[in-house]
């Protein structure tokens, strides 16, 4: 038996599953009703114990396929039920085997709907996942005196620069904990893609003679990296940029805006957003626990283009004078709806435009010599 206590003192004792070891991390809930593989192993969860809220989990097993990373970061698992014996034709292991071979805890039987509505109500915090056997009063205080590490971009970005190679427009793409969905977004359109570390400088990256710069997601709070902030302060103006979930939060502060912590943040696959140029509503595959603070927009260079339904929070940002834009969630939808792909054309259309921009005004340069 484990025991998953809070920070709060809140004890949920259930059955163990997964790895056998101990782990401490900040408790959040995930709202969707399939993708749990993408989400297991989605780098944005880094330093995390996801509670999923559909109430059966594991239900059509692991597959070769679907996976966001190659090694999953978070820290554990919390269901109602875990399904032991999977049914469905790509299945290739079950989730408890998964979990052992990467070193992952989980728990099940234990009321999610409970755990969720205490999140909701008091907001993300700390727990740990232990043995049942352990007092809670010596858990308690571990939890006390538990630091939870501030560098998980460092841990889950690429140590070194690679290469997808393609034919079409050459990208650059920010590491900062990015899901594999990015990739495969650009590949599909035959991008020549050179993945960076996250520390990377502007010089370091114009040096690659990009058309398009990519801020992927990652974990974490976004002032956690203020190289990052200042490598795309120094790329405004001088190349297309797109930032998703970290990327746009890292877009608002590079341009003066700030962002905050959320009380539980949007983790799920059912998000509704509204683009305010088209008047249109899409659902949105989400996972962040930051935000930007949407009246710190208002000395910036930064518009509003999208918001969300459910709070009103800021969703989607334009530059107002360079080919700089970004959104809150995740248009390569892995999990979730596929409704807002098309913003990786939209960023090659900007790209377009940038390069038709540039062959004109050199035209005009060389005419006046």
Same mark, same amino acid.
């Given at each position: 038996m484990k025991q998953l206590v809070l920070e709060d003192g809140t004890i949920f004792v259930g059955e163990g599953f997964g790895s056998d070891r101990e782990s401490i991390g900040e408790v959040v809930f995930n709202? !969707?009703? @399939? !993708?749990?593989?993408?989400?297991?192993?989605?780098?944005?969860? =880094?330093?995390?114990?996801? @509670?999923?809220?559909?109430?059966?989990? *594991?239900?059509?097993?692991?597959? $070769?396929?679907?996976?966001?990373?190659?090694?999953p970061a978070v820290l554990g698992v919390i269901v109602k039920e875990h399904c032991e014996h999977p049914s469905n034709f790509r299945n290739e292991e079950t989730l408890d085997a998964f979990l052992k071979a990467k070193h992952i805890p989980g728990i099940s039987g234990i009321d999610t709907r409970k755990l969720t509505k205490i999140i909701r109500q008091h907001g993300t915090m700390r727990a740990i996942i232990?043995?049942?056997? &352990?007092?809670?009063?010596e858990v308690l205080q571990e939890l006390k005196e538990a630091e939870l590490p501030r560098n998980q971009v460092e841990q889950v970005s690429t140590v070194k620069p690679y290469v997808v190679p393609g034919r079409g427009k050459r990208i650059v793409l920010m590491d900062f904990g990015m899901k594999h969905g990015i990739l495969r977004e650009f590949t599909k359109r035959n991008c020549h893609v050179t993945v960076v570390p996250y520390h990377t400088s502007a010089a370091e990256i114009e040096r690659l003679k990009p058309d398009g710069v990519m801020l992927s997601n990652g974990p974490g709070d976004p002032k956690d990296v203020p190289e990052a902030i200042e490598t795309i302060r120094g790329l405004i103006g001088k190349v297309p940029i797109f930032g998703i979930c970290?990327?746009?939060?890292?877009?608002?502060?590079?341009? *003066?805006?700030?962002? /905050?912590?959320?009380?539980? *943040?949007? $983790?799920?696959?059912?998000?509704?957003?509204?683009?305010? &140029? /088209? !008047? $249109?509503t899409y659902m949105t595959s989400q996972n962040h626990g930051y935000a930007v603070d949407r009246g710190s927009l208002q000395n910036t260079d930064l518009e509003l283009t999208q918001h969300s339904l459910n709070d009103d929070s800021v969703e989607g940002l334009q530059h107002k004078e360079f080919e700089v834009f970004?959104?809150?969630?995740?248009?390569? /939808?892995?999990? *979730?709806? +596929?409704?807002?792909?098309?913003?990786?054309?939209?960023?090659? +259309? &900007?790209? #377009? &435009?940038? #390069? #038709?921009?540039?062959?004109? +005004? /050199?035209? =005009?340069?060389?005419?006046?010599?």
């Amino acid at each position: 038996m484990k025991q998953l206590v809070l920070e709060d003192g809140t004890i949920f004792v259930g059955e163990g599953f997964g790895s056998d070891r101990e782990s401490i991390g900040e408790v959040v809930f995930n709202t !969707g009703m @399939t !993708g749990y593989q993408e989400v297991i192993s989605d780098p944005s969860y =880094c330093g995390q114990l996801v @509670t999923f809220t559909y109430p059966l989990v *594991g239900n059509y097993g692991i597959n $070769r396929d679907d996976f966001e990373t190659v090694n999953p970061a978070v820290l554990g698992v919390i269901v109602k039920e875990h399904c032991e014996h999977p049914s469905n034709f790509r299945n290739e292991e079950t989730l408890d085997a998964f979990l052992k071979a990467k070193h992952i805890p989980g728990i099940s039987g234990i009321d999610t709907r409970k755990l969720t509505k205490i999140i909701r109500q008091h907001g993300t915090m700390r727990a740990i996942i232990t043995s049942s056997d &352990r007092s809670v009063n010596e858990v308690l205080q571990e939890l006390k005196e538990a630091e939870l590490p501030r560098n998980q971009v460092e841990q889950v970005s690429t140590v070194k620069p690679y290469v997808v190679p393609g034919r079409g427009k050459r990208i650059v793409l920010m590491d900062f904990g990015m899901k594999h969905g990015i990739l495969r977004e650009f590949t599909k359109r035959n991008c020549h893609v050179t993945v960076v570390p996250y520390h990377t400088s502007a010089a370091e990256i114009e040096r690659l003679k990009p058309d398009g710069v990519m801020l992927s997601n990652g974990p974490g709070d976004p002032k956690d990296v203020p190289e990052a902030i200042e490598t795309i302060r120094g790329l405004i103006g001088k190349v297309p940029i797109f930032g998703i979930c970290l990327g746009h939060q890292l877009i608002a502060l590079a341009a *003066g805006a700030d962002t /905050s912590k959320m009380k539980f *943040g949007h $983790r799920g696959a059912n998000q509704p957003v509204k683009d305010l &140029r /088209s !008047g $249109r509503t899409y659902m949105t595959s989400q996972n962040h626990g930051y935000a930007v603070d949407r009246g710190s927009l208002q000395n910036t260079d930064l518009e509003l283009t999208q918001h969300s339904l459910n709070d009103d929070s800021v969703e989607g940002l334009q530059h107002k004078e360079f080919e700089v834009f970004s959104v809150q969630y995740h248009p390569e /939808s892995s999990p *979730g709806p +596929e409704d807002t792909a098309h913003l990786f054309d939209e960023f090659l +259309e &900007r790209i #377009e &435009r940038t #390069e #038709e921009k540039t062959k004109e +005004e /050199s035209l =005009c340069l060389n005419a006046q010599i």
